[in-house]
């Protein structure tokens, strides 16, 4: 069984940083593709950014040049650095690891970003 437990959510100031970090244990297949979603309120869930186990990276249009995505394979850990945040990057950030055709999703952690 798969778990991700995410962590680094809460309350910031627009232009703030915050930096959200997601564990998986369990059996993981080497090959994989670790990510972050996030949903706002009344909007459906979507891609934030994702990296793969070779260290190929994908970001939404509206966070490229704030966010940064990185994995450490051996803890099994991803890592997303955002920066600058703004007030329409609140909601609740999932995470997300891919292997082959599953999926399997953290519980979720929210970020506000509000003065």
């Known amino acids: 069984q798969v778990q991700l437990v995410e962590s680094g959510g809460g309350l910031v100031q627009p232009g703030g940083s915050l930096r959200l970090s997601c564990a998986a244990s369990?059996?993981?297949?080497?090959?994989?593709?670790m990510g972050w979603y996030r949903q706002a309120p009344g909007k459906q869930r979507e891609l934030v950014a994702a990296?793969?186990?070779?260290?190929?990276?994908n970001y939404a249009d509206s966070v490229k040049g704030r966010f940064t995505i990185s994995r450490d394979n051996a803890k099994n850990t991803v890592y997303l650095q955002m920066n600058t945040l703004k007030p329409e990057d609140t909601g609740v950030y999932y995470c997300?690891?891919?292997?082959?055709?599953?999926?399997?999703w953290g519980q979720g952690t929210q970020v506000t970003v509000s003065s």
């Open positions: 997300n690891l891919k292997v082959v055709r599953l999926d399997y």
């Open positions: 369990g059996s993981i297949f080497r090959i994989n593709t």
């Open positions: 990296v793969t186990s070779g260290g190929s990276t």
